[in-house]
């Protein structure tokens, strides 16, 4: 089942919100652990992903030619910037503007970034779903946080984050009508591999050792597709 993994993603996404919806204030040491433990869990993860590679050399000319694409089109900045822009935009109008905003900050918190992608990929592509659960937990924790001070409108959030991973994952199931399975299944491995590198950066990121671009390296998704028909040919 192609969609199971962004439907665990969306119900983690609910509950979190919903327990969130009891609680004024969470200690900050408690929220603190919680996300050193989950980073440290999704670098597992990633790490595993990672290992699976067999052409090393795909992997590196990946991420390469994705940070480049990434930084030259600023993808890091410009997201962080639509982020402000929203919420500037939905905090100055009315009380009812506060739903408007925990809405749009969650989705863009959940939506925007590799986990969602690779996830998805992962998903459609040989119905392996560990890496869009294992967001649904990250996520669920997220919404509870943030529900405690965006309030209910962060729950909206599941609307577009079932919409855009639930796309990549059904199209993705397609993809073997284009390119012969001999390759594709070599492509996912390195597709796999290099999803892992950025998945440990986000891990990275989460216990605050590193402050890595991660959506500046996103076009290595898609270049690795290049790469390896590239590797291929040689």
């Known amino acids: ?23 004024s204030k969470i200690p900050e040491r408690y929220k603190e652990t919680v996300m050193h433990g ?6 597992l993860i990633g790490m595993q992903m990672a290992l699976s590679t067999e052409a090393i050399i795909v992997v590196l000319l ?17 997201l962080n910037k639509l982020g402000e822009w929203l919420g500037n935009k939905f905090s100055s109008a009315d009380d009812d503007s506060r739903v408007a905003q925990g809405f749009v900050t969650a989705s863009l918190v959940f939506v925007i970034g590799a986990m969602s992608v690779v996830g998805a990929l992962d998903g459609g592509l040989r119905d392996n779903h560990e890496v869009l659960i294992t967001k649904g937990v ?18 909206f959030s599941v609307v577009p984050v079932f919409l855009y991973q639930g796309t990549i994952a059904l199209l993705a199931t397609q993809i073997e009508r284009w390119i012969p399975e001999q390759v594709l299944n ?7 591999a290099v999803g892992g590198l950025i998945i440990v950066a986000i891990g990275l990121n989460l216990l605050n050792i590193t ?6 390296l996103l076009p290595s998704i898609v270049t690795v597709g290049l790469v390896y028909a590239v590797y291929l040919l040689f």
């Open 138 to 155: 990250i996520d669920g924790f997220v919404a509870l946080v943030l529900t405690t001070t965006l309030g209910f409108g962060v729950l």
């Open 62 to 78: 990946s991420l390469l030619t994705g940070a480049v694409i990434g930084e030259l089109l600023h993808l890091e900045e410009g």
């Open 38 to 43: 989950i980073g440290l869990a999704v670098i």
């Open 1 to 23: 089942m192609a969609l199971l993994g962004t439907l665990v993603n969306g119900v983690c996404i609910v509950a979190g919100s919903m327990i969130g919806l009891f609680f």
């Open 186 to 192: 070599g492509m996912i491995v390195e597709l796999t």
């Open 211 to 216: 402050k890595i671009r991660v959506g500046n």
